[in-house]
Antibody, heavy 122, light 107 residues
Framework: QVQLVQSGAEVKKPGASMRVSCKAS????????VHWLRQAPGQGLEWMGI????????NYAQKFQGRVTMTRDTSTSTVYMELSSLKSDDTAVYYC???????????????WGQGTLVTVSS | EIVLTQSPGTLSLSPGERATLSCRAG??????LAWYQQKPGQAPRLLIY???SRATGIPDRFSGSGSGTDFTLTISRLEVEDFALYFC?????????FGQGTKLWIK
């Protein structure tokens, strides 16, 4: 079965960087785009960007450009999201999610990771 | 970016009743709208995509309708496990955006 398993919770200080991993299994890793989203406490979902696991090309939301980097390791079917220059309002649950339609970048999300809570606090 | 406005913000109903949730897009998104259910401490779960197609394993008491700018999620007969947060997502235009959600409470 399809699974996306994310790394564990983190606590970071303002100005630091964070990196969350998302290990995929149960499907052909390179066939589906992987997205990153976040949800601040009590808030809605915010799309951060997308990575094509087969080609390594990315597309980031304008809000995060210059601060976010998404990469992948095809040998382990894992995608990574790194966010730098953290601020307190980056405190959120970060999710990876698979785009439902094979080979299509902008689509809905059929499988989600379990979420990773990142707390930014001095 | 396209703004999605969900209404109502909260909805209080009893098991067995019918729930009607609305999502309005700031501009035409054709049928590129999905609905998700989220329970506390869990990741979202896809219910409906392309405005009216049920995702795999979703009970037929969940249905979606609409196109263009106005969309509806209907839960025909509420069960206790349906009381949760619901939100819509548009993927007709980059960047994809989400509504702020409708919280469905047990009366």
């Amino acid at each position: 079965q399809v699974q996306l398993v994310q790394s564990g919770a983190e606590v970071k200080k303002p100005g630091a960087s964070m990196r969350v991993s998302c290990k995929a299994s149960g499907y052909t890793f390179g066939s589906y785009y992987v997205h990153w989203l976040r949800q601040a406490p009590g808030q809605g979902l915010e799309w951060m960007g997308i990575i094509n696991p087969s080609g390594d090309n990315t597309n980031y939301a304008q809000k995060f450009q210059g601060r976010v980097t998404m990469t992948r390791d095809t040998s382990t079917s894992t995608v990574y999201m790194e966010l730098s220059s953290l601020k307190s309002d980056d405190t959120a649950v970060y999710y990876c999610a698979r785009g439902m339609v094979r080979g299509v970048s902008m689509t809905n999300f059929d499988y989600w990771g379990q979420g990773t809570l990142v707390t930014v606090s001095s | 970016e396209i703004v999605l406005t969900q209404s109502p913000g909260t909805l209080s109903l009893s098991p067995g009743e019918r729930a009607t949730l609305s999502c309005r897009a700031g501009r035409n998104i054709n049928i590129f709208l999905a609905w998700y259910q989220q329970k506390p401490g869990q990741a979202p779960r896809l219910l409906i995509y392309d405005a009216s197609s049920r995702a795999t394993g979703i009970p037929d008491r969940f249905s979606g309708s609409g196109s263009g700018t106005d969309f509806t999620l209907t839960i025909s007969r509420l069960e206790v496990e349906d009381f949760a947060l619901y939100f819509c997502q548009q993927y007709g235009s980059l960047p994809t955006t989400f509504g702020q959600g409708t919280k469905l409470w047990i009366k």
